[in-house]
Structures are given as structure tokens and as C-alpha cells.
């Protein structure tokens, strides 16, 4: 039996592409009203992230190791344009629910 890391990467893996068309859809959804971001660098953020999680799955270690550093960085990169282009924390709708 696989391990939680490697059972995700594995599912990451067969159907990756299924995952960002899903979740660009959604992220366009929940943002096609609000200007300060594109569509296209939501996407290309999701295919990115994923491309990251990806490898750091590959790895052994806990979310504090190394390969872990580059999903972390881009996470905190994210959080900080976000914070300068003045985005507060709101109810997200995904798939339809609602998420804080």
C-alpha cells in the first residue's frame, strides 16, 4: 500500500490534466468579476503549483524539508501579491461549496 505522499502523487500524476482544467474553472468562476488578476495568470499559477507539488511529492521528507522550500516559496509569493493588491480573505465558492 502506498503512502499518503505517494498515493497523491501517483493520483497527481494519472490525472493531472483533468485536475487544472477542473480547478482553473473554478478559480475563473469565483474570480470572473474581479479585475486584479487575470485569467491567464490564474491559470498559469495552478499549472505551476501543481508542477511544484509534483516534485516536492517525489521526495521523502515532511513539508519542512527541503523540497518542500520551492511549494513554500511560491505559496508565500502568492500571499504577498495578493496582500499588495489588496485582497482580503473571503468566501471561496468551489464546486459548489463555499470555502473559508
Not at 502506498?2 to 478559480?27: C, M
Request: with cysteine; hydrophobic share 35%.
Amino acid at each position: 500500500m502506498e503512502n499518503g505522499p505517494s498515493r497523491i502523487h501517483a493520483i497527481l500524476n494519472k490525472h493531472a490534466g483533468e485536475i487544472l482544467a477542473d480547478w482553473t474553472t473554478d478559480l475563473s468562476e469565483s474570480f470572473k468579476n474581479d479585475r486584479r488578476i487575470s485569467e491567464s495568470e490564474l491559470s498559469s499559477q495552478a499549472r505551476e503549483f501543481l508542477m511544484l507539488l509534483e516534485a516536492a511529492l517525489r521526495g521523502e521528507g515532511g513539508l519542512e524539508s527541503a523540497q518542500w522550500a520551492s511549494v513554500r516559496e511560491f505559496l508565500d509569493g502568492i500571499s504577498r501579491s495578493r496582500a499588495v493588491q489588496g485582497w482580503q480573505i473571503r468566501p471561496i465558492h468551489c464546486s459548489g461549496r463555499t470555502v473559508q
